[in-house]
């Protein structure tokens, strides 16, 4: 089959790939397959692309660049707002793959060197549950060359898991907001906004939480996620004693 159909049963399957929804079942034993993924977490990660696509949609268009943007799902939400000119700076080639099937419009940049192309060009960078997968050695590289890339008075948004929260294996380190303020000398970065999220779990809310996500039944009542979804955002802003992960927002000198 070479030749494009444009018939209507063409279309309506076609129209299905905007989701790869073929990798979506699991075939865990011989005789156990599993129609879906589930993971929890994936609640917070929305609620925070959120409240990021919520502080940039406020601002004048602007060129915007995500910062370690892994697959491109920030900027794939970010993308409706058209007027902006997004880019995404990853350099994992599974990630970049992905990247480029659902962002193909977008500009992608996988080499830090090629960083050095724009220069002062950014309004704001997003580098958001990045720096805690950088190496202890390269941390500053890459965060010089964040600063040599944005304009003056351009925002940066980082968002990182407090202490609070156990190192995941696959992270190098989690961070108080001293820790993490650090790494944005005070000479080079204003901090005008910061914010700790997502409450840590109770006894309660663990409860909740593993009545909606188990292993032997699924909730698929669009009126029971609706009041989980807002209860889990009750619990978005939280102190920093309390909190599993530290926003920052900064203004370059």
Known sequence: MNKIDNSKKFLAQDNLYHFPYHYLPSKIDKDIIKPFKVYHWLYDYILMIDLIKSKIFNLPS??????????????????????????????????????????????????????????????????????????????????????????????????????NAPVHKKHFRHYNLNSLAKNFPKDKYEVIEKKFLFKKENYFSSIFRKFFFNRFFLINSNLLHKVYYRYKKSLLFTEEKNSQTILLILKKK
């Open 62 to 163: 602007s060129n915007i660049l995500d910062f370690g943007c892994g697959d491109g799902r920030l900027l794939f939400e970010l993308k409706s707002k058209r007027e902006n000119k997004y880019f995404g700076y990853e350099i994992s080639k599974k990630a970049n793959m992905l990247f480029n099937a659902f962002n193909p419009e977008i500009k992608l940049i996988n080499e830090l060197q090629d960083l050095n192309n724009y220069n002062n060009f950014f309004d704001v960078i997003t580098f958001s549950e990045v720096i805690e997968h950088i190496p202890d050695n390269q941390v500053k590289l890459n965060i010089d060359a964040i600063y040599s890339i944005l304009k003056k008075n351009g925002l940066l948004i980082v968002t990182a898991p407090h202490e």
